[in-house]
Nanobody, 119 residues
Framework: QVQLVESGGGLVQPGGSLRLSCAAS????????MGWYRQAPGKQRELVAT???????NYGDSVKGRFTISRDNGKNTVYLQIDSSKPEDTAVYYC?????????????WGQGTQVTVSS
């Protein structure tokens, strides 16, 4: 069974940094793409960043240059480094993993971790 568990959320001051982690219950080589999405109150869930099995990355326009997605294959973990944080980054951050085809094919989500940017 595929499970994703996020950690690292919390309160950070504007301009501060935070690192989110997403630990998978299976090898992350199982996933074609992994990523982070976020949802603020009253808003739709939006893309933050993705990373492919080959390490290619993609970022939402609002976080480019401030956030960095990375992966540690040995730890089956994907990270999101948040730098130069802004109040508008406040949201619940969700880890996502996609498997294309096969018996485990589908879209998997973690339970979410709250990030609050406030002074």
């Amino acid at each position: 069974q595929v499970q994703l568990v996020e950690s690292g959320g919390g309160l950070v001051q504007p301009g501060g940094s935070l690192r989110l982690s997403c630990a998978a219950s299976v090898s992350i080589f199982s996933f074609n793409v992994m990523g982070w999405y976020r949802q603020a109150p009253g808003k739709q869930r939006e893309l933050v960043a993705t990373i492919t099995i080959r390490g290619n990355t993609n970022y939402g326009d609002s976080v480019k240059g401030r956030f960095t997605i990375s992966r540690d294959n040995g730890k089956n973990t994907v990270y999101l480094q948040i730098d130069s944080s802004k109040p508008e980054d406040t949201a619940v951050y969700y880890c996502n993993a996609k498997i294309t085809g096969g018996p485990l094919g589908g879209d998997y989500w973690g339970q979410g971790t709250q990030v609050t940017v406030s002074s």
